[in-house]
């Protein structure tokens, strides 16, 4: 069983940068999927960021060239770095883990972050 823990979130003004961090308990090398998801009471949990086989990196349009996804595999840890946020970033944020592309998937609890105007 993976247990991802995120930290980061917080309160922050409109153009502002935050960065979120995601530790797994488990080993990210390898990992097929990884990534971020967002969601509001008035939405779906949608994709923010995702890192596929390691390589390819993937970004919602409404944050592309805004937020950067990485990974640092010695620490097993996610980041997603946030900057020029904006009101409609408000959101809990997810850590999101599918080790095989396939199966069974992780998450973890979320890290609510609130952008104010």
């Known amino acids: 069983q993976v247990r991802l823990v995120e930290s980061g979130g917080g309160l922050v003004q409109t153009g502002e940068s935050l960065r979120l961090s995601c530790v797994s308990s488990?080993?990210?090398?390898?990992?097929?999927?990884l990534g971020w998801f967002r969601q509001t009471p008035e939405t779906q949990r949608e994709m923010v960021a995702i890192?596929?086989?390691?390589?390819?990196?993937s970004y919602s349009d409404s944050v592309k060239g805004r937020f950067t996804i990485s990974t640092d595999d010695a620490k097993n840890t996610i980041y997603l770095q946030m900057n020029s946020l904006k009101p409609e970033d408000t959101a809990t944020y997810y850590c999101?883990?599918?080790?095989?592309?396939?199966?069974?998937?992780?998450w973890g609890q979320g890290t609510q972050v609130t952008v104010s105007s």
């Open positions: 999101y883990l599918n080790p095989a592309g396939v199966g069974k998937t992780y």
């Open positions: 890192i596929t086989m390691g390589e390819r990196s």
């Open positions: 488990e080993s990210i090398i390898g990992t097929h999927t």
